[in-house]
């Protein structure tokens, strides 16, 4: 096999890493739910081996090149592997949240018409109870985990020949993610080679300075690898040979802390939701993270308080937080690099991670315009933000009508509402949708978490004809009425707070708080003072 400089090649992404002579240590916080008994130490020979060995099952499945194989099961890694396997077959895998209700799964599952649905059997007996039985929008239904009523089990699979694998042509259709569904329903994003592996996992995998693997690294991760960014994280990555990778399913402590207490890592990405629920542990066992001299979150914003809690908590001299901005869409747009040093108390007048840095070079430009006439405003000025990237999705399953109309020539509708400086610095306000009257609530929740620690998330919702509310959730539902008054007797006029638990916040696959979903359960009603045309 002729040694590649990239990784291009998304089925067969394990075998080229092998014939590279990859060492790196595979390490899961539980074993893969598709191979129980493979344990939680593998390497990437045996990775090869199994993808080989799942695009087997899915031929047995009567899986064919162009088939769609949607996948819906518990977070895992495996999502990655079992996309790899789908590909190899010259299939598109398309990777759905557990996290989604019933019917929502359901919408998506129709647009996706697959082949195969690859689930488990909790999932498919909870839908099934809801009165949403998945299975009926798929040809098949495996399940990876036993056996269920009008579904394949792993048995009826196994043994099946992988046949030669596939490689798509580069603009090619190779996989399919939804976006965060925190306005609606998710869209299906469909990515090809070019963009996912060419643009994003190939931007990764240069040794740049500070952000580039090291091959002395331990690089860990936890988010929803059913998110796309988890097959360029994979490929980007391994394709720079670190000592290991680490890869944790769960946000609960009970299972992420003894994965991190084993194998410290170097540099960590997680969703920042996560890292919310991390940041209470810091304090007893800090040197968990003593080693990660680059924290990454995407996903997401996340607060300074939980920035300056992991930075503080390393043993290295300068320890370095990146902070990407980007969509499902798109890939990364913009990122900054935030330090001890800048998130120093005495800098923040106003606290707020909102400042996104610059597009990245060569790769990404963006543009600010009024949201009504789509004429640039001038630097510094909130308008609609519209991007150009070579990594932009090629379209909508289902809802194509949808796609191009957030596509204006050759720029593309973010639906973030946000400002550029002139030298090119972006502010986010918020997303178009949520935006207030008057401003963003964004840089409110960002204040909020700042002055109240013991408010575990801070949700400032806008409403059509009245003050915003902001909802806070704390550990135990409760805040004092006074410590509210006084931590926001500067900032615009709002409601009295609704105050719940961390876990009565409902949130997407990401982490991400479902803003429509919580305005329903708080009996708020759909008007905003924003506009979800963009969305």
């Known amino acids: 096999m002729t040694p590649l400089s990239k990784p291009i090649h998304l089925g067969t992404l394990f075998d080229d890493l092998a014939a590279r002579g990859s060492a790196t240590a595979v390490r899961l916080s539980r074993p893969l739910d598709i191979a129980p008994g493979a344990g939680v130490e593998l390497d990437v020979p045996a990775v090869a081996d199994l993808v080989r060995r799942v695009s087997g099952w899915f031929a047995e499945a009567g899986v064919r090149p162009g088939d769609r194989v949607a996948v819906v099961k518990r977070n895992h890694w495996d999502y990655v592997l079992l996309s790899c396997a789908a590909a190899r077959l010259g299939a598109v895998p398309a990777s759905l949240s557990a996290h989604l209700a019933p019917d929502t799964l359901g919408i998506l599952l129709r647009r996706l018409d697959p082949a195969l649905l690859v689930t488990d059997t909790d999932l498919l007996a909870t839908a099934r109870a809801a009165g949403s039985d998945p299975s009926v929008h798929a040809a098949r239904t495996l399940v990876v985990d036993g056996t269920a009523e009008r579904a394949l089990s792993l048995d009826d699979v196994r043994g099946g020949t992988a046949p030669p694998a596939h490689r798509p042509h580069l603009d090619a259709p190779l996989a399919i993610m939804h976006t965060s569904g ?267 978490d700042e002055r109240l620690p013991q408010v575990l998330e801070c949700v400032v919702l806008g409403v059509a004809d009245g003050p915003p509310v902001p909802v806070v959730a704390t550990v135990d539902g409760t805040l004092a009425p006074g410590v509210w008054k006084e931590a926001v007797l500067d900032l615009p006029t709002m409601a009295e707070p609704t105050v719940l638990t961390w876990d009565d916040l409902p949130r997407t696959g990401t982490g991400k708080v479902r803003r429509g979903v919580l305005r329903e359960n708080l009996g708020l009603g759909p008007d905003t003072p924003g506009k979800g045309r963009w969305t």
């Not at 980007?236 to 040979?241: D, S």
């Not at 937080?321 to 747009?333: K, Y």
């Not at 957030?406 to 949708?433: C, E, F, H, M, P």
């Open 182 to 448: 925190t306005t609606g329903v998710p869209k299906l994003a469909v990515h090809s080679t070019r963009t996912i592996l060419r643009r994003l996992a190939g931007f990764e995998s240069h040794r740049w300075p500070v952000l580039g693997s090291r091959r002395d690294d331990t690089v860990a991760s936890s988010m929803s690898y059913a998110h796309g960014r988890a097959l360029a994280w994979t490929a980007g990555v391994l394709w720079m040979f670190p000592e290991a990778i680490s890869l944790i399913t769960s946000p609960d402590w009970e299972e992420a802390g003894p994965a991190l207490r084993r194998h410290r890592p170097t540099t960590l990405e997680a969703q920042p939701s996560t890292l919310v629920r991390w940041q209470r542990h810091v304090d007893q066992e800090g040197d968990v993270f003593g080693r990660v001299r680059l924290f990454v979150s995407t996903f997401d914003a996340v607060h300074p308080s939980t920035v300056r809690t992991f930075l503080n908590a390393g043993r290295r001299r300068s320890p370095v937080w990146m902070q990407g901005w980007g969509q499902s869409e798109t890939g990364p747009l913009t990122f900054r690099f935030l330090t001890r040093r800048s998130l120093a108390r005495r800098q923040w007048v106003d606290p707020t991670t909102r400042d996104l840095g610059r597009p990245i070079p060569g790769r990404t430009r963006l543009r600010a315009v009024d949201p009504g006439t789509l004429r640039p405003v001038p630097a510094g000025t909130p308008g609609l933000l519209f991007c150009r990237t070579d990594a932009l999705c090629l379209g909508y399953v289902g809802e194509e009508g949808r796609w191009r109309s957030k596509l204006v020539g050759q720029w593309w509708a973010t639906g973030d509402i946000g400002s550029i400086d002139r030298t090119g610095a972006v502010r986010l306000v918020d997303r178009a949708v949520d935006a207030l009257a008057d401003g963003g609530c964004l840089e409110i929740e960002d204040v909020v």
